[in-house]
């Protein structure tokens, strides 16, 4: 459990401190990729919120822990970093669309709220990616996400 701990802990400090980095100019890198970026941190700091709700259920709560999802929490936040790029890219080609109105003064913050919620949501986000993928292009869903999948 405490491997895990740490191992969020400093995750979380790699991304904080990436963002502050890309936010104070230190890091130099075109300007279409900033947002994505941005986008990516948000993610993995939902998933890293998730994974941290998970040790205090699983260690405190339920007394539920076990080592054999140490590759889980290992994995999970870069997923979700991940699954907030690809936010980026479902929202800004307008394949996902938010039902929020527009601002005089428009922001980026629907990227990064939706960002955040598929870092902390990735199955469900996934599985909505694949809804998108099946009407859009006929492709089918994964094993993985189908009920048939779920026993194999």
């Not at 939902?46 to 709700?53: A, E, L, Q």
């Not at 980026?88 to 669309?97: C, M, T, W």
Request: glycine share 10%; aromatic share 14%.
């Amino acid at each position: 459990m405490i491997k895990a701990i740490v191992y969020l802990l400093v995750v979380l400090s790699g991304y904080i401190a990436f963002g502050l980095q890309l936010l104070s100019g230190n890091i130099i890198i075109p300007e279409e990729i900033r947002l994505p970026l941005y986008c990516g941190i948000c993610g993995g700091i939902g998933g890293i919120t998730y994974c941290m709700r998970g040790v205090y259920l699983n260690a405190c709560v339920f007394d539920r822990w076990t080592e054999k999802w140490l590759p889980w929490y290992f994995i999970r936040p870069l997923v979700s970093f991940i699954c907030g790029v690809v936010s980026y890219v479902f929202l800004k080609s307008g394949l996902i669309v938010l039902e929020a109105q527009q601002s005089e003064h428009p922001t980026n913050l629907a990227f990064y709220a939706l960002a955040f919620i598929a870092g902390l949501n990735v199955d469900k986000f996934i599985e909505k990616l694949e809804d998108i993928a099946q009407v859009s292009w006929g492709i089918k869903k994964s094993r993985i996400s189908s009920k048939d999948g779920e026993n194999d």
